[in-house]
């Protein structure tokens, strides 16, 4: 059975930084893609960030410079580094990876429950 579990959220004042966590059980961060991924109060979820297994990179262009998507093998951790905060970063983040099969990585992906950031003024 696999989890992810995010951790890190809070409120913070805009220009500010926060660092999100996904810890993973029964899953092995490194072996397929991974991500973070965000949903707005009224919007669709929405593609941040994604880090492939031979450690490409991409983000959406809302946060490029200011996010950084990375993962620690030996903790089997997931994290996102969000500096300079904006007021329009407030959302529920997910972390997300891609389902392992016999034959390599599927397109489905397992998804944590999120965590709330929230960025004033």
């Known amino acids: 059975q696999v989890q992810l579990v995010e951790s890190g959220g809070g409120s913070v004042q805009a220009g500010g930084s926060l660092k999100l966590s996904c810890a993973a059980s029964g899953y092995r961060f490194g072996l397929c893609g991974v991500g973070w991924y965000r949903q707005a109060p009224g919007k669709e979820r929405e593609f941040v960030s994604t880090?492939?297994?031979?450690?490409?990179?991409t983000y959406a262009d809302s946060v490029k410079g200011r996010f950084t998507i990375s993962q620690d093998d030996a903790k089997n951790t997931l994290y996102l580094q969000m500096n300079s905060l904006k007021t329009e970063d407030t959302a529920v983040y997910y972390c997300a990876a891609e389902m392992r099969a016999w034959y390599g990585c599927r397109s489905d992906k397992y998804w944590g429950q999120g965590t709330q950031v929230t960025v004033s003024s």
């Open positions: 880090l492939k297994r031979d450690g490409t990179t």
